[in-house]
């Protein structure tokens, strides 16, 4: 079982940056693929970004391909996503997720269905 936290979110201008991180327990983070997701209510959860076991793989929506970076530490068992050039439409709340991964292959998924476990949350408002 993985307990994830997450911390960083505030309240920022447009055109702000904001860095999210995301603390893992356990000494098993590096078996586990880790994805952010946000939610607005309203409206369906979105995938943001993934980061493969050794961080080497990245994926990213479309929405947010230029402007977000994921990145990991495994050594410290967090994951994190730097969120420059900020729009009011990127206001939600950012979920990290664990997404446990077997075998030798490099392995990312936008579904969250996929993801085994989740952190709280932590609610990102950009103002206009």
């Known amino acids: 079982q993985v307990q994830l936290v997450e911390s960083g979110g505030g309240l920022v201008q447009a055109g702000g940056s904001l860095r999210l991180s995301c603390a893992a327990s356990?000494?098993?983070?590096?078996?586990?693929?880790m994805g952010w997701f946000r939610q607005t209510p309203g409206k369906e959860r979105e995938f943001v970004a993934a980061?493969?076991?050794?961080?080497?793989?990245?994926i990213y929506a479309d929405f947010v391909k230029g402007r977000f970076t994921i990145s990991r530490d495994n050594a410290k068992n967090t994951v994190s996503l730097q969120m420059n050039s900020l729009k009011p439409e990127d206001t939600a709340v950012y979920y990290c997720?664990?997404?446990?991964?077997?075998?030798?292959?490099?392995?990312?998924?936008?579904?969250?269905?996929?993801?085994?476990?989740w952190g709280q949350g932590t609610q990102v408002t950009v103002s206009s």
């Open positions: 997720a664990a997404d446990r991964v077997w075998g030798t292959i490099t392995l990312l998924r936008r579904d969250g269905d996929e993801y085994d476990y």
């Open positions: 356990g000494r098993t983070f590096s078996s586990y693929a």
């Open positions: 980061i493969s076991r050794s961080g080497s793989g990245t």
